[in-house]
């Protein structure tokens, strides 16, 4: 680059020295002259001013210094840092006065972390804050910065001292699916946190309108109404002794689920049909998606206000349920059945079947299946 421009600079030159030349050699009454003379100029002047455009970056550029960070227990001379064996990554934050000039994160290089910041204007007052995660993006400690003085041509080495704490989400665990729609959110309290920020949303990037962003002294949040069932996220970050906010922690995310399973339709015994209990009495529905278990019952009225038999935790869509049947009397019965999801919550009743129950002979008594509800 730095050739090409000095080849551009002397074509120039001699441009310029061919021009003269060659308006020399024009009549000096010179009318040719007079015309030719502002053409020639103005071309000088555009393409001296290209030239300097081009050239612009081989100017020197403005001076500059340079940090690198360690920890007490590293060598402070040392580009490399190893606060803590569990630190998957650090947050770099470096201010200038009130401003901050930039946010890095910085992985780890093998054992170590290594934390080299370039480039900075001479100034006395840079400071530094790290924030340090775990794998889980849990917050496991920080350290900041007195004022720092960076001068040009010059490396400054800052040696920090680290402060271990653990900021860690404990309660409802990461992607737990629950009917509880009134939840208690836990987190570790960390020591000497004036305040604590959680924030809660439909949508990770926490910005909905359904969002919640409390500021608490304690270290957890109840939620004084009923959420709307849903997925939902949720963070936690803390306020510092000197008031310096944290990042936030990692999000861990749950779902409200209030509603169970819609009902299954009804095969066997066919509705209003006669039926000999026998030696089995099998009644069988249909699959149900999203079902992890089904509950039935029996009763001689339909409204079910008595129930001769109700069993839940029955896994498969059909029951036999001959022993418990066994000691009925003849007569007619309605059965129905609703289904429950795996947090417990169960659907509304199926349509129910009524079934007209005519022995004609007794046999050993058989265990049903299932658990009783």
Not at 213 to 231: E, F, G, M
Request: proline share 5%; aromatic share 12%; glycine share 6%.
């Amino acid at each position: 680059m730095g050739k090409t421009c000095l080849r551009t600079a002397e074509s120039v030159y001699r441009f310029r020295e061919r021009a003269s030349q060659k308006n020399d050699r024009i009549d000096t009454n010179g009318e040719e002259s007079m015309q030719r003379s502002p053409f020639l100029i103005l071309t000088l002047a555009g393409f001296l001013s290209v030239l300097q455009w081009t050239c612009a970056p081989l100017q020197p550029e403005t001076d500059t210094g340079s940090l690198t960070i360690a920890f007490e227990q590293s060598n402070p001379d040392s580009t490399v840092s190893k606060p803590g064996e569990s630190l998957s990554r650090l947050m770099c934050i470096l201010k200038r006065g009130e401003s901050t000039i930039s946010t890095n994160y910085y992985r780890r290089t093998g054992e170590y972390f290594q934390i080299i910041i370039r480039n900075l204007l001479p100034a006395v007052n840079y400071r530094i804050i790290l924030w340090g995660f775990d794998e889980d993006d849990a917050l496991m400690g920080q350290c900041k910065s007195e004022e720092i003085v960076v001068e040009k041509d010059r490396v400054t080495h800052v040696t920090l001292k680290w402060n271990p704490f653990m900021l860690e989400l404990t309660s409802p665990r990461n992607t737990v699916i629950t009917n509880n729609n009134q939840p208690v959110f836990d987190w570790n309290s960390v020591d000497n946190a004036l305040l604590y920020e959680f924030q809660l949303d439909t949508v990770q990037s926490y910005g909905s309108i359904r969002g919640i962003t409390i500021q608490t002294v304690d270290s957890y949040y109840h939620s004084p109404a009923p959420l709307a069932d849903s997925r939902y996220y949720w963070h936690v970050r803390c306020q510092d002794s000197d008031s310096v906010w944290s990042p936030y922690t990692g999000s861990y995310s749950l779902e409200i689920k209030t509603t169970g399973p819609p009902p299954p339709v009804l095969i066997s015994p066919e509705n209003g049909s006669t039926v000999d209990p026998g030696e089995s009495m099998i009644f069988d529905w249909s699959d149900v998606a999203g079902a992890h278990s089904y509950h039935l019952e029996v009763s001689s009225s339909d409204s079910f206000i008595t129930k001769q038999y109700s069993m839940g935790g029955f896994l498969n869509s059909e029951a036999n349920v001959w022993g418990a049947l066994n000691n009925f009397e003849n007569g007619t019965y309605y059965w129905h059945v609703a289904s429950r999801d795996s947090v417990g919550n169960r659907g509304d009743w199926s349509e129910p079947f009524v079934v007209h129950l005519l022995r004609y002979s007794a046999g050993l008594s058989r265990q049903g299946t299932g658990a009783a509800h």
